[in-house]
């Protein structure tokens, strides 16, 4: 497999929708709606969380981190697993994160836990695999970005 080095780039659009007719005249007065796309990719329906006066339907910055350590975490097991001759049968994680509001700084997230649920074929050497996610943590490019601790739970189970 060819190994691509060097810088990436990726452009976002995001625009506010909120505008209730008054924009920001008032904290109350403007939704937290707001739409996020790139390129030919479908939309992703933004929000504040709920907390923050936001919409409890649509994604909000802090699940999108969340979503973003898990998915990469599971892109880089699936690879390592693949090259190390570990088939992976199924992964669902259930990724929980923890922000604390920091008054009147904001706030900042202090933690997130991935607990991956990884399902291989029968005969795979499972403790391999529970290995692998050690190497996928540290070679994570949306972990080695954050300032806050990444933890894994995995939990391996052989296809019956």
């Known amino acids: 497999m060819a190994q691509v080095r060097g810088e990436h780039h990726y452009a976002v659009d995001v625009e506010w929708t909120g505008n209730r007719g008054t924009g920001t005249s008032g904290y109350r007065a403007y939704g937290r709606d707001h739409s996020i796309s790139a390129g030919t990719k ?76 990884v399902t291989v074929r029968a005969g795979d050497d499972a403790d391999l695999a529970r290995r692998l996610h050690d190497e996928a943590h540290a070679k994570c490019y949306i972990a080695s970005s954050v300032n806050f601790a990444v933890t894994h739970e995995p939990v391996i189970r052989h296809a019956t």
Not at 47 to 59: E, K, L, N
Not at 62 to 81: G, I, N, P, T
């Open 42 to 117: 479908p939309s992703i329906p933004g929000s504040a969380d709920p907390v923050f006066r936001g919409d409890a339907a649509r994604w909000n910055p802090e699940d999108l981190l969340v979503a973003a350590l898990s998915a990469c975490h599971q892109l880089w097991y699936l690879h390592l697993c693949a090259d190390a001759g570990i088939a992976v049968l199924a992964y669902r994680d259930q990724a929980a994160g923890t922000m604390a509001e920091d008054s009147p700084a904001g706030g900042r997230f202090v933690s997130v836990v991935l607990r991956p649920q």
